[in-house]
């Protein structure tokens, strides 16, 4: 990240920011704040005014505007008040080779699920009762979600099927798993003949949200790969174990997803949704489980073999947690029919 920095001084001096107020005749410091696999994210300071300078480096959906993409959802959720406003985005890649986005810094803390649900549920309807006009949305459709997830974990899951370290039986579980997946994709039709699109974020681990608790406040501030889908796909992965457990060891009882969902729902204004959305969940969430495990499966192999990269021991103990066969079941069994358990 350091590399980057004289380059980072040199675009912000080059510049008079007419066009950004916030900026406007202001020198900024320049500091390291995070990196990712995708972007590189830096703090400009100028007296009492931080932003965050993000410089793309690559796409989790393929798209060579992935950064003009970030920055038009941020810009249809900026009367949200749950997500950074965006300020400025640059994609001709000229003094910097890579997409720009400058957008609001949010101090604070990663979400405590003990403490932070009944806010977290309060933020997703607000996120997810946007209104977007179809001239402006140029989010990617999931017309066919259970059908998208499966293709998806149909590859990864044939990683671990193809591998000599898979244990046969997590390897037949799985099998027969997919197998009722492959058939239980139709209920996809349930979204296409009654469609509630809006927009959602689709990674919605915990690390993805900052919390100020000074000013009472919760925000979802990653959206690099946002969908034009159905409320289902941002409930159904917060709630699922695979997520909840990632970096913490915090598992969502049936009340509590109970309440989290009756919190939601409470603050949403359309009735439909509200008397649909338990359905709507109950089909997602095996598909959200398995595309999980599907990812650990293929983890937990490529961590063992192919992966040439410092292993993270956070990371190899939670993909262990994950494919034990116990805690596998304990994921699918209540959900199946007795021809997979």
């Not at 492959?182 to 919390?211: H, L, M």
């Amino acid at each position: 990240m350091t590399d980057m920095l004289p380059k980072v001084a040199e675009y912000l001096a080059g510049r008079d920011w007419n066009d950004v107020p916030l900026m406007h005749g202001r020198n900024f410091a320049v500091t390291p704040l995070a990196q990712g696999e995708y972007n590189l994210n830096y703090l400009i300071t100028s007296d009492s005014t931080q932003l965050v300078f993000r410089v793309n480096i690559g796409s989790q959906i393929a798209r060579d505007d992935q950064i003009v993409y970030e920055y038009k959802a941020l810009d249809l959720l900026r009367q949200s008040g749950v997500t950074p406003r965006p300020h400025f985005v640059d994609d001709t890649r000229r003094i910097i080779d890579r997409g720009i986005l400058i957008m609001d810094y949010l101090p604070g803390e990663t979400l405590d699920y003990n403490r932070d649900l009944p806010q977290s549920a309060g933020l997703f309807a607000r996120i997810h009762q946007i209104e977007v006009p179809p001239e402006k949305n140029h989010l990617i459709r999931e017309d066919a979600a259970l059908s998208l997830i499966f293709e998806e974990c149909t590859g990864l899951l044939r990683q671990y099927f193809e591998s000599e370290l898979a244990d046969p039986d997590i390897r037949q579980y799985l099998i027969d798993l997919k197998e009722w997946a492959d058939s239980a994709r139709a209920n996809e039709k349930y979204y296409q003949q009654d469609p509630w699109p809006c927009i959602v974020n689709t990674e919605v681990n915990s690390g993805n949200f900052i919390v100020n608790r000074e000013n009472g406040t919760v925000h979802l501030v990653d959206w690099e790969m946002p969908r034009w889908g159905d409320p289902s796909q941002d409930l159904s992965h917060f709630c699922s174990p695979l997520t909840t457990l990632w970096k913490t060891d915090w598992r969502m009882s049936p009340s509590q997803k109970r309440d989290f969902l009756k919190t939601y729902c409470r603050q949403i204004d359309d009735a439909h949704l509200r008397d649909t959305l338990l359905e709507r969940v109950r089909l997602r969430d095996p598909f959200v489980y398995l595309r999980g495990i599907s990812w650990s499966a293929m983890g937990w192999v490529a961590y063992q073999t192919r992966f040439s990269g410092m292993k993270n021991p956070d990371t190899w103990a939670k993909l262990q947690q994950y494919m034990d066969l116990e805690f596998i079941r304990s994921l699918f069994d209540p959900m199946m029919p007795e021809s997979v358990k």
